[in-house]
């Protein structure tokens, strides 16, 4: 089957009917690649391929079934991420908590020391979320970490280690993220009887501040940017139940439009990319035709060329044929002068300057040169000469010196079209159009 598309050029449907149609070297000789390209392939597009054997069975005259096409990975996820999500979830005791990632996050939270500020742990490592809590609210940001895990990674939507070294980890689906943060915000703390507060710095003022217990938790997908931010913090009417539910949906529809927006995107440029072959080879055609067009030019003007040449070669040689007898005249009558002064006799010299004067005139007629030759000087039918030459000889008579120059042909420009071979007008004299005044 010769084909002229790629293989990453087949839709999954496409793909699908083939490998099911030929066996996998066939095709991959039709393609130009590997079988193991194919492969690759299919389990990329998630495609099932032929057990061993099928192809067999088939020569054997059996007829094994063909499984159906399975949902595409983005419609997969798409199905997972669509399942329902409860408007509260409850949160585990710290006893359940099993996620690895959680158990550790705990685990860190309760072994750091605290941060300036003397009520937080600040903790910023590549496989936690990026948190600032007390280490009494440690638990419940672990249970809130379990729940969200659970209920966001069974719809696909893993959290993965941050790469680098100074910055928290994220929620990944291909190549977008999701950064993830716990705060504890600080409020004042009560006064005692008898004691003033101290306004003097920010960092003495930190010491009016204690731990407030309710968390706030945000996802941005920008790392460092707050204009994609979106917060929940605890409150009486939102509780860490209903939080850990709206957050998870909100992980899942940003993800989903992600999904949506990529697929979109992959359908834009495959059109572009249609849309720029086709104007590739409209080009392609459009060049091939101004090209075939510039070389009929090309021919037409050498055919023209040929012509206007040997128009001019008999001018010129008729010029020369005119000054050759000029020149034999004169002789004739040089000769003729000193023998009626000389009672016909020529002395030495006078001999040896006509004979040169006879060779010099001699050499100036142009049947010396052998024209006029009728099958090379004469006129000739331009559909004998093949296309693009070689193209009928040409003299080229070098200018007598007693011709004046023969005008060119004016070619007059008109837009972007063809030359027009018409004379151009006089232009209008500069001195009368710039008179002073």
Avoid at 142 to 157: N, P, Y
Avoid at 241 to 259: D, G, P, T, Y
Avoid at 341 to 369: D, F, I, K, N
Avoid at 392 to 399: C, D, M
Wanted: contains cysteine.
């Amino acid at each position: 089957m010769a084909t002229q598309r790629a293989l990453s050029e087949l839709t999954r449907e496409e793909l699908h009917d083939l490998i099911w149609s030929l066996p996998a070297t066939k095709l991959a000789a039709d393609f130009g690649v590997s079988d193991v390209a194919v492969a690759k392939r299919c389990r990329k597009l998630n495609v099932p391929r032929p057990a061993r054997g099928y192809w067999a069975k088939i020569e054997a005259g059996h007829k094994p079934k063909k499984p159906p096409l399975p949902a595409s990975p983005a419609d997969a996820f798409a199905e997972q991420v669509l399942q329902p999500i409860a408007s509260s979830i409850a949160l585990p005791a710290e006893t359940e908590i099993l996620h690895p990632v959680a158990v550790q996050f705990l685990a860190a939270i309760k072994s750091s020391a605290l941060s300036h500020d003397k009520q937080r742990v600040h903790l910023k490592e590549p496989e936690f979320p990026e948190a600032d809590i007390s280490k009494a609210q440690a638990p419940r940001a672990a249970g809130v970490l379990q729940t969200l895990f659970t209920l966001v990674e069974s719809r696909g939507i893993p959290f993965r280690k941050n790469q680098g070294k100074y910055d928290g980890g994220y929620f990944r689906k291909g190549n977008d993220r999701l950064h993830f943060k716990i705060e504890e915000e600080l409020i004042d703390k009560p006064a005692s009887p008898g004691r003033r507060r101290n306004h003097y710095s920010n960092w003495q003022q930190q010491e009016n501040k204690v731990a407030g217990g309710r968390l706030t938790f945000s996802v941005n997908p920008e790392n460092y940017g707050k204009q994609q931010e979106k917060r929940w913090s605890e409150s009486e009417k939102m509780p860490l139940e209903a939080i850990v539910a709206a957050m998870a949906k909100e992980i899942c529809r940003h993800f989903m439009e992600l999904q949506k927006r990529h697929a979109a995107e992959v359908i834009e440029r495959e059109k572009q990319r249609v849309e720029a072959e086709i104007r590739w080879k409209k080009h392609q055609e459009e060049e091939a035709i101004r090209i075939e067009q510039e070389k009929k030019r090309k021919h037409a003007a050498a055919l023209e060329a040929v012509a206007r040449n040997r128009e001019e070669d008999l001018l010129k040689a008729a010029e020369w044929w005119r000054l050759h007898r000029g020149i034999d005249d004169f002789i004739a009558d040089c000769e003729r002068r000193w023998r009626a002064a000389q009672s016909g006799e020529l002395s030495p010299e006078q001999q040896a300057w006509l004979a040169w004067a006879r060779e010099v005139a001699t050499g100036v007629s142009p049947l010396a040169t052998g024209y006029p030759d009728p099958a090379k000087d004469g006129v000739f039918d331009p559909a004998t000469v093949p296309f693009g030459g070689p193209y009928p000889e040409q003299r080229k008579f070098p200018q007598p010196p007693t011709m004046p120059a023969i005008p060119a042909p004016v070619v007059v420009k008109q837009g972007y079209g063809e030359p027009s071979h018409q004379p151009a007008s006089n232009p209008y004299p500069f001195w009368l159009k710039y008179q002073r005044r």
